[in-house]
């Protein structure tokens, strides 16, 4: 994975400027830019979302190189292959109750087309009932990657359905 300071570098490129001008926007000197790119040092805590915001991209994508859990849409050509990802179903009860549920696409996707399916609740929730899970594979073979669903229910459940 890229570093940081690799990142800053490229994002400054793909805006065509120089260090000099990014230092003059972020309130810097050319010199912290410099040791920034070649991870001699970071930059600022408060800094950071400003270089978020300048270069269009999120503080995950900044530090992190990728989005986390966000939803995004792949381009074509950076997709992966719908056999290698895998629905992640995450529900944490109110009673303290931790679930979580791994699925091949391709099992998922078979078991709705021959509707078998199983009973998608987590006890005596029902809100995973009301998942259209046709709904989401249509959506990841478009390209959407991410935290697809979120659901926190009254009760004081929380439900998360993310493809990988």
């Known amino acids: ?57 999120s503080l995950d994508r900044l530090l992190r190189g990728e989005e986390s859990g966000a939803v995004r849409m792949m381009p074509a050509g950076e997709r992966k292959a719908f056999d290698q ?9 109110a009673d303290g109750d931790k679930v979580k549920v791994n699925l091949p696409m391709p099992l998922l996707k078979a078991g709705i087309e021959i509707g078998a399916l199983m009973n998608m609740s987590a006890g005596s929730n029902d809100a995973l009932k009301n998942i259209d899970f046709a709904a989401i594979i249509k959506m990841v073979e478009s390209g959407m990657m991410g935290n697809l669903v979120e659901v926190n229910s009254a ?4 439900i998360t359905v993310s493809v990988e």
């Open 1 to 57: 994975m890229a570093s940081l300071g690799s990142r800053i570098s490229e994002y400054r490129r793909q805006r065509n400027i120089t260090q000099e001008q990014l230092a003059e926007i972020m309130g810097v000197t050319s010199q912290a830019v410099s040791k920034w790119e070649n991870d001699i040092s970071c930059p600022d805590i408060g800094v950071m979302p400003q270089l978020a915001d300048y270069f269009g991209v």
């Open 155 to 158: 009760d004081g459940h929380i």
């Open 85 to 93: 990802l895998v629905l992640r179903i995450k529900v944490l009860s």
